[in-house]
């Protein structure tokens, strides 16, 4: 009779299988925080655009 | 699965069974069409922003392999080619396929949306339900004509990765859209051709099977000859040129010469030289379709390097 082992070739193969899927998850909340960033920035630099062409719009319209 | 389960079938899924689900070698051709017709495309995407939109289209092509997958367990086990797929090889359960494919398809659509825009989304939705949907489910086993239009399907990336970077639909991205599509049909038939024993035992009504060799030989030269325009009206669009243009004309040249080399051919020759031509053709459709979006890239970074020749005439959109 086989014994009974605390750790299985199985249980190995299972913890590799974790192990690459919790590095995917980790790099996918990498990326979301990554383009949370580009957004950001594109946001703030298309707001400060806006405010520079105010001045210049009620100059025109004086 | 549980351990007994896993332990008595003597093989647990791995990380790649699942990763294998999602059809790895389309999904590098979505990838490669999608990079292009963003690049391709006006305007300025952030490389960051380019990269996760071209990570979820990938992903939204690959969930739409594992619906297909699940849905297909039954005639993938029937034919050699696809028989060590992770279902029909009971690596991967047909639930689990499903379950991966509907999640992922999902979380694809809502990324993109959120990275990029709603008309890419929209697209790539539209793509997974046409692939899963009416392809998969409906017309692969019910018409000869399932790969004309379910071409459709592997047609779309480009202009989502246009529409990633324009917001919209152009000339330009429906061209690129119709050099994959009208490709499909002498694509997959020539490897009908060598590959008729498969279709057959699964009952695919693939053209050979339903409509025989002679009339799939000729089909290949008609749908040669509409694909034959396609890639001079690029070469003559905003995202052309003469790089293009002698690129297309060559890639034509030679894939006409094959498709009428097949069309003279009976089942006799093909079969005495273990179809030679047929497969011959299959590869050089490989490079057909790999060289125009190379060369479609390559007339995109002279552009921006200023090296393009200036006048060129765009006749097209």
């Known amino acids: 009779m086989m014994a009974i082992v605390r750790e299985h070739e199985l249980h190995q193969r299972r913890r590799k299988r974790n192990a690459i899927l919790g590095l995917v998850l980790a790099a996918f909340v990498a990326m979301v925080f990554g383009i949370t960033l580009v957004k950001m920035q594109n946001t703030r630099a298309a707001m400060s655009d806006a405010e520079n062409s105010r001045p210049a719009q009620a100059e025109a319209s004086e | 699965m549980s351990d007994v389960n896993a332990a008595s079938k003597g093989r647990d899924a791995e990380f790649g069974d699942y990763f294998a689900l999602l059809k790895p070698r389309v999904m590098s051709l979505v990838i490669f069409t999608a990079a292009v017709g963003l690049f391709v495309a006006p305007g300025v995407v952030h490389p960051l922003i380019a990269f996760a939109s071209i990570l979820f289209i990938a992903i939204g092509a690959g969930a739409s392999g594992a619906l297909n997958m699940w849905w297909d367990a039954d005639i993938d086990e029937i034919m050699k080619r696809t028989a060590n797929r992770p279902v029909p090889s009971g690596r991967v359960t047909a639930e689990d396929a499903k379950m991966l494919g509907l999640w992922l398809s999902a979380l694809a659509v809502m990324m993109l949306a959120l990275t990029a825009n709603f008309i890419a989304a929209g697209l790539l939705a539209f793509t997974i339900f046409f692939y899963a949907v009416i392809y998969t489910m409906w017309l692969k086993r019910s018409t000869p004509q399932n790969i004309v239009i379910g071409g459709a399907a592997g047609a779309f990336p480009p202009m989502i990765g246009w529409a990633v970077a324009t917001g919209g639909i152009s000339v330009e991205s429906i061209l690129m859209f119709a050099l994959i599509f009208i490709w499909t049909p002498p694509h997959f038939w020539a490897l009908a051709l060598f590959m008729n024993d498969d279709y057959s035992k ?7 099977v ?5 009339e799939t030989r000729k089909q290949i030269l008609i749908y040669t000859l509409l694909l034959l325009p396609v890639g001079p009206l690029l070469a003559f669009s905003s995202i052309g040129g003469p790089v293009f243009l ?10 006409l010469a094959g498709a009428l080399r097949l ?3 009976n089942d006799a020759a093909a079969t005495g030289d273990k179809f030679a031509a047929e497969r011959k053709f299959f590869r050089l459709s490989l490079i057909y379709l790999f060289v125009h979006f190379v060369a479609l890239l390559a007339e995109a970074v002279l552009t921006r390097a ?6 060129w005439p765009v006749w097209v959109g």
């Open chain 2, 210 to 214: 339903t409509h025989g060799t002679r």
């Open chain 2, 263 to 265: 069309y003279r051919r």
């Open chain 2, 202 to 208: 699964a009952g695919v009504p693939m053209l050979p």
């Open chain 2, 246 to 255: 002698g690129v297309t004309i060559v890639l034509n040249l030679l894939f």
């Open chain 2, 306 to 311: 200023s090296l393009s020749l200036a006048g």
